[in-house]
């Protein structure tokens, strides 16, 4: 670079007033250079950088204009070509389109074209007998035909047009034949730039650089480079650093003078790698303006650099800019996207209100995480109907909880504010839907309303930094260049991957090198800042060079058919990215530091040096071998996050940790005295390791009084008394704490109705079948599975509206299996003609749900624990049945299979307690058509085809008070220890929040004998 450099300066001396061209790759390439000209305080006039599309522009731009034709902006070219490709006559035979739904298609065909187009290439150039093969040779030609025929119809020019038009008036150029033309090597990157440039009248110098030992040229190279000065670089006195020229030729280099200019090392994870660099940075006290790190892998380091860099208040700039996806408006953009596409679930809309991600306007008092719980509550599922129902219903039922005149004037202006946050978030969904044109995801969809409705929805996602305000900008830009396909109609999946990758490709905060700033930028663009310091970061083998994977299009073979040399194949790229790179590292000045990470921490991986530090090793020591073990030896231990010395660090948590290295237990006084919270947490260890129970364990005495259920106003279903049997923890956390667990319930396209949704389908239409058959005061005969298959469709229609179905497959497969089991449940009712069924879905305790139930009543059932306390319980009973000796059975339906452990003993330590409340209510109910009913059993039925219609049944007289005596006293005595059996967290929503050991050491303490868990241990104690 130097030596350009110099070269530049000469010209400028020594043609002072003439024109001079610079051609350059890309402005920012232009930029550099020319600012460090004037750093280095060369004066310069009439030096002009520019790219060859700049020159051809100024000559065709005029032209072109005048017959009005635009340029193609380029970001629309895949959805272009998506469209022509979709778009040809059925007569062209079909390769690619099968594929068109693949993400990466569009950008692979129309990086193809522009390749093709660019190496001179019309759709009538194409040869069939370069292709592999005959169809894909016919749809590539038409698709060209198709696209070379849009560009005319829509008078638009792409940049091969460009360079076309200025080529055909190229005697009209803006350079003059006496003005200077200087290229730098890799300004011209296709063909048709190599032609208008060679066209282009003016007096070439040729650019000089120094010769760099070894080093390939491309095949690209023989007519892409212009005629280049190579000059040799004196081999005396060179620092080590510059030495990197040498690097593939280490044994030719100079003897290494060590000077300190070239270092080395390896670090234990990417963000150790930066810390590393950041502390050298700071210890060294470089003004970070004089400072570049090039990143051999851009966006890993890029964002990590930026995050750091932002927490440490260092002003950077970025080179490459930083991915889109780090910012919240393009992250709530494609989380927009998928949710369109789940059909509108309502766990991704969840899951997108709790990303942090959305800003929606719901007033000060409701955050988007608060709507995420609201809609989780209100058991909205799938489809753009779910949330005006189950918000409605939600609201509804917290309203008339709020009328509740038992309650007290706080709970009641709870519920009414519940009620009110779930019609505000109903009213910011219905307005969201509104603006979405998608109502199933089978239809079509015009491109450009989409587009203008996620361009719409960036308003509501959270801008909190510099990052997302850019980002904000950059998607509705993105999306705004999709306008010329507006009318674009195409299935709803298609147009969603057209704008994702559009919003997915936008990069924010890119910056050129300032005063002032760090500058950070790629392998392949370091050194034109020219900063005295450079860190060449992310040189593990696997990154630091292109993988050689052929272009999913057009094949290598296909390519060096139709053009050898010219259009690049997988290898070329290869040789052409190790040919720049080592380049870039050849031309580096001042001081030169190399890393990499050899650990992937993320996924667990060692990583190894690119050859590259293997070489440079053997420039620093020409006695050292090319062996990992010695160049690992040299390198010593991988740094970590902690800084070698306390005055390095960059924040406290450094100077801690630095200071701490190797002092062992002796320091935690001095820690847990700085940290107060450190200092109970690790309290709070010790003692949930001790074996007693403690406050650390779930021991909470204040707590007890208050979820008394012998003392509540609140009835108690028999689910919650076997819940806290199962888990008292787990019934702090909800009933105590009132905190609920996050449900993470993916989508399962292969899945229609979740096992609960399918339950309680199954319940209502026992539930209805029998009802009827009971109005007719009948038993079910054979010819009644016609009215069963009616009501089965019925009921599965009316679920479908509220639950759509991801796939008519699974649908056909679910309601198959439902009417499969209803059959077989009906075929069990034809074998008992002797019962009847006099109360179904018997509700007690809460209002029934409008189908008029003789025995149900509002009022919950009183159970006398026999010591002067009472609990109220409340619940459904699926099913009271008459017998033919006049006694009452007590059924419980369920739709799974049976696994008999679970049903083992009478009361399995209160966590089977329903058989026995339910008769025991039951009793209490039958008074309404029996004065003195004879409740005989209580029984679990395994109604469907895989419960294979067992049932496990129990006697009604069993004495239930003991066990919920002991189930109150465990909970008076405010003891609320975590589950003591695995098998009890497998399902648990709240697993992930519980510590992973709990288990373990709540059986310990349980088994310990302390005396608080005294009542707890009794209640197990009922088997
Ligand atoms: S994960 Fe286990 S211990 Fe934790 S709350 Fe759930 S059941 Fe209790």
């Known amino acids: 670079m130097r030596i350009f450099l110099r070269q530049l ?217 212009p005629t280049v000065e190579t000059c040799d670089m004196p081999t005396e006195s060179v620092t080590d650093a510059r030495r990197l020229r040498w690097l593939l030729a280490p044994a030719k280099a100079p003897e290494p003078v060590g000077d300190g200019t070239l270092e080395m090392f390896r670090a234990a994870g990417i963000e150790a790698e930066i810390q590393e660099v950041l502390y050298r940075i700071a210890s060294r006290q470089l003004a970070i303006d004089t400072v570049e790190i090039a990143c051999a892998q851009a966006d890993t380091y890029a964002a990590l650099l930026w995050e750091k860099a932002q927490r440490h208040g260092w002003p950077v700039t970025l080179q490459m800019g930083l991915p889109g996806v780090f910012t919240r408006p393009v992250r709530a953009v494609l989380a927009l996207c998928d949710w369109i596409e789940s059909n509108f679930s309502a766990d991704c809309l969840i899951r997108l209100l709790q990303s942090g991600d959305l800003a929606p306007a719901l007033g000060d008092d409701l955050s988007s995480t608060a709507a995420g719980r609201i809609l989780r509550r209100s058991g909205a599922t799938i489809g753009r109907d779910t949330y005006r129902s189950s918000l409605a219903t939600q609201a509804a039922s917290d309203r008339s909880r709020a009328k509740d005149v038992e309650l007290e004037p706080e709970r009641r202006a709870y519920y009414e504010n519940r009620a009110m946050q779930a019609e505000r978030v109903a009213t910011w969904i219905s307005n969201l839907l509104t603006g979405i044109p998608v109502t199933s995801i089978a239809d079509d969809v015009a491109l450009g309303n989409l587009a203008q409705a996620c361009s719409s929805f960036v308003s509501s996602a959270t801008t909190q930094c510099l990052e997302d305000a850019a980002g904000a900008t950059a998607v509705v830009r993105a999306l705004d260049a999709l306008k010329p396909l507006a009318d674009l109609h195409r299935p709803v999946r298609l147009v969603l991957g057209l704008v994702r990758n559009c919003v997915r490709d936008v990069r924010v905060c890119i910056g050129l090198p300032r005063p002032g700033a760090l500058h950070v930028t790629t392998l392949a663009n370091a050194g034109y800042a020219g900063r005295s310091s450079t860190f060449v970061v992310g040189l593990s083998e696997r990154d630091v060079f292109p993988r050689g994977f052929e272009d999913p299009v057009l094949l290598d073979a296909e390519r ?109 006084p001095h820690v847990l005295r700085a940290f107060p919270g450190l200092d109970r947490s690790a309290k709070a260890e010790a003692m949930r390791n001790g074996l007693g129970f403690t406050a650390y364990d779930g021991f909470v005495r204040q707590a007890g009084p208050a979820l008394d259920i012998r003392t509540s106003s609140q009835a108690v279903s028999a689910s919650m008394l076997e819940a806290f049997a199962i888990c008292p923890f787990r019934h702090f956390l909800h009933y105590g704490l009132g905190v609920d667990a996050l449900e993470n319930r993916e989508e399962n396209v292969d899945v229609w109705l979740r096992p609960d949704e399918r339950g309680r389908l199954l319940h209502s239409i026992y539930a209805q079948f029998l009802r009827e058959l009971r109005q007719e005061s009948r038993r079910p005969v054979e010819s009644d599975r016609i009215r069963l298959r009616q009501i089965v469709k019925v009921s599965i229609d009316q679920l479908r509206a509220q639950i759509p179905p991801l796939s008519e497959s699974v649908f056909a497969r679910e309601t198959a299996e439902i009417l499969r089991d209803l059959e077989f449940f009906l075929t069990a009712e034809l074998q008992e003609p002797n019962r009847t069924p006099v109360g179904l879905e018997v509700s007690f305790g809460f209002a029934a749900s409008g189908i008029e139930e003789l025995l149900a009543t509002p009022e919950p059932v009183t159970i006398d624990l026999g010591d002067g306390h009472k609990v109220l319980l409340c619940g459904r009973i699926d099913r009271i049945d008459r017998l033919s000796d006049g006694s009452f059975e007590v059924i419980d339906y ?130």
């Not at 000469?10 to 024109?19: A, G, I, V, Y």
């Not at 329903?914 to 109910?925: D, G, I, N, P």
């Open 560 to 668: 060096t058919a139709l053009a050898p040399g010219t259009l690049l194949t997988s290898r070329d790229r290869v040789v052409e990215a190790v040919h720049e790179r080592i380049e870039r590292l050849a031309n580096l000045e001042g001081n030169v530091c190399l890393s990499f990470s050899c650990r992937d921490l993320r996924n667990g991986r060692e990583m190894f040096p690119s050859w590259i530090l293997l070489n440079a090793h053997m420039l620093i020591d020409p006695n050292a071998g090319l062996s990992y073990q010695q160049l690992n030896q040299y390198l010593g231990e991988p740094v970590s996050v902690v800084p070698k010395e306390p005055e390095n660090a960059l924040g406290d948590s450094g100077w801690w940790l630095s200071l701490l290295r190797g002092a062992g237990p002796a320091s935690m």
């Open 9 to 225: 300066a000469d010209l400028c001396e020594k043609h002072r007033w003439q024109s001079k061209w610079v051609l350059v790759a890309s402005h920012a390439q232009g930029h550099l250079i020319g600012e460090r000209l004037v750093r280095e305080g060369i004066g310069w006039a009439n030096l002009r950088f520019v790219t060859p599309l700049d020159i051809a522009l100024q000559i065709a731009g005029p032209r072109l204009s005048a017959s009005d034709v635009g340029l193609l902006e380029q970001e629309c070219g895949p959805s272009v070509m998506l469209k022509l490709l979709l778009d040809l006559p059925t007569d062209v035979p079909a390769y690619f389109r099968l594929l068109a739904d693949q993400p990466g298609m569009a950008e692979a065909l129309w990086s193809a074209v522009c390749d093709l187009r660019l190496a001179g290439f019309g759709a009538n150039d194409l040869l069939a007998t370069s292709f592999a093969s005959l169809v894909k040779h016919a749809e590539i030609a038409a698709v060209m035909a198709a696209y070379e025929k849009y560009l005319l119809d829509t008078k638009l020019a792409d940049t091969a047009s460009v360079l076309l038009e200025a080529l055909r008036w190229v005697a009209d150029s803006v350079t003059r034949p006496d003005d200077l033309l200087v290229e730098l090597p890799g300004a011209c990157t296709s063909l048709l730039e190599r032609r208008f440039v060679t066209a282009l009248p003016a007096t070439r110098i040729a650019p000089r650089k120094g010769r760099i030992p070894e080093l390939l040229e491309s095949r690209r190279s023989a007519w892409a480079f």
């Open 894 to 1023: 369920k739709p799974g299979r049976l696994y008999r452990d679970r049903y083992r003993g009478t009361f399995a330590g209160g966590k089977l307690l329903q058989h026995a409340l339910y008769s025991r209510a039951a009793k209490e109910l039958l008074l309404k058509v029996d004065p003195a009913p004879h409740v005989a059993s209580s029984t679990y039925y395994f109604a469907t085809e895989r419960g294979a219609a067992q049932r496990v049944s129990f006697p009604a007289d069993l004495d239930v008070s003991p066990i919920l005596r002991d189930l109150a006293e465990a909970i008076v005595s405010g003891t609320f220890p975590q589950a003591i059996c695995d098998d009890d967290c497998r399902w648990c929503d709240y697993a992930r929040g519980c510590a992973t050991d709990g288990v373990e050491q709540s059986a310990a303490k349980f088994e310990s004998g302390d005396a608080a868990l005294a009542a707890y241990r009794r209640l197990l104690g009922h088997v």
